[in-house]
């Protein structure tokens, strides 16, 4: 099966390395403005093939997109220290206004992995742009597996082991739902009282706030985020390529918020196959609500701006 990705910067690069160890694709093609660019990070992921899973990496125009079952889109400019994922929306709407035609022309029976931030609202002016195809965010994937880690580390455990979902925005709205979070199958609280470790209101508090801060964290220590992300969009695409079914946190056009957000959906080949709304505290339901709002005003205001 082959991926395509469009933008060959820190995040395209590094999912084209994480797609490659781990065996997901057989053929990988990647694509940006800046051909040699492309070629250069094409030609340094191909040499991890021989020693990983062989797949083959190659560079070129978007023509060479055709026959992608997926395409990642990571095109865009990146988020700088003391900048918000919202900040960077009219200047990468307007990337995607004059990209996504040249995708869907190569490849218009590809899933279009969204990554570009904010991801949300390019998530849904992408659906606009490609009707008919299936358009997916990033969404919280990352976001939940943050949260994952950080409540992992408190408990002492493989975060493999560790079950819970951020929803909304990625970004400063996202919700952080308690109510779905699990550590070997019990609570978060029970597991902690099981083991006789500390479990208190601020340590909850700080687990929330580091799951989202974590982008600016990174960012103000190394400039940009992208082993996390680069991985995240590795399983996401294999998720759809193998037709697996798997329940991810990924973004779309959710009609009930009146907006793209991130909440549990089954992925199959065909993209999104359902979506399931957890059983959320009140505090949670209206939570995700701001952060819906949050998302709707966004999006109106890209709308409102007079297009060139």
């Given at each position: 099966m082959k991926v395509g990705i469009v933008g060959a910067g820190l995040v395209g690069a590094t999912a084209a390395y994480a797609l490659t160890l781990r065996g997901s694709c057989s053929e990988i093609v990647l694509t940006d403005v800046d051909g040699e660019r492309a070629?250069?990070?094409?030609?340094?992921?191909?040499?991890?093939?021989?020693?990983?899973?062989?797949a083959r990496v190659t560079s070129g125009d978007p023509d060479e997109l055709r026959g992608s079952a997926v395409v990642i889109v990571a095109a865009g400019a990146n988020q700088?220290?003391?900048?918000?994922?919202?900040?960077l929306l009219q200047k990468n709407a307007a990337i995607f206004r004059d990209l996504m035609g040249q995708v869907t022309a190569a490849a218009p029976g590809a899933t279009l992995l969204i990554a570009t931030n904010p991801v949300d609202v390019l998530t849904g002016l992408s659906a606009e742009l490609a009707p008919g195809q299936p358009v997916i965010g990033s969404g919280t994937v990352l976001d939940s597996a943050r949260f994952r880690h950080l409540v992992a580390a408190r408990a002492g455990v493989d975060a493999t082991h560790v079950h819970g979902y951020v929803?909304?925005?990625?970004?400063?709205?996202?919700?952080?739902?308690?109510?779905?979070a699990a550590v070997a199958g019990l609570p978060v609280a029970e597991f902690m009282a099981a083991r006789g470790l500390p479990w208190t209101p601020e340590i909850r508090a700080q687990i929330e706030a580091d799951t989202r801060g974590a982008a600016g964290q990174i960012i103000a220590g190394k400039r940009a985020t992208y082993y996390g992300i680069g991985a995240a969009l590795a399983r996401i695409a294999e998720r759809i390529l193998d037709d697996r079914r798997a329940v991810l946190t990924v973004s779309a056009p959710t009609p009930e918020f009146g907006t793209s957000l991130s909440l549990p959906r089954v992925l199959g080949r065909a993209g999104v196959l359902d979506t399931i709304v957890p059983a959320l505290t009140e505090e949670e339901r209206a939570a995700l609500g701001r952060s819906a709002g949050i998302l709707r005003e966004a999006a109106a205001a890209l709308n409102a701006e007079p297009q060139p």
């Open positions: 070629r250069a990070e094409a030609q340094d992921v191909a040499h991890a093939a021989p020693v990983s899973h062989g700088k220290p003391g900048e918000s994922r919202l900040d929803l909304g925005e990625h970004g400063d709205s996202a919700v952080v739902a308690w109510s779905t």
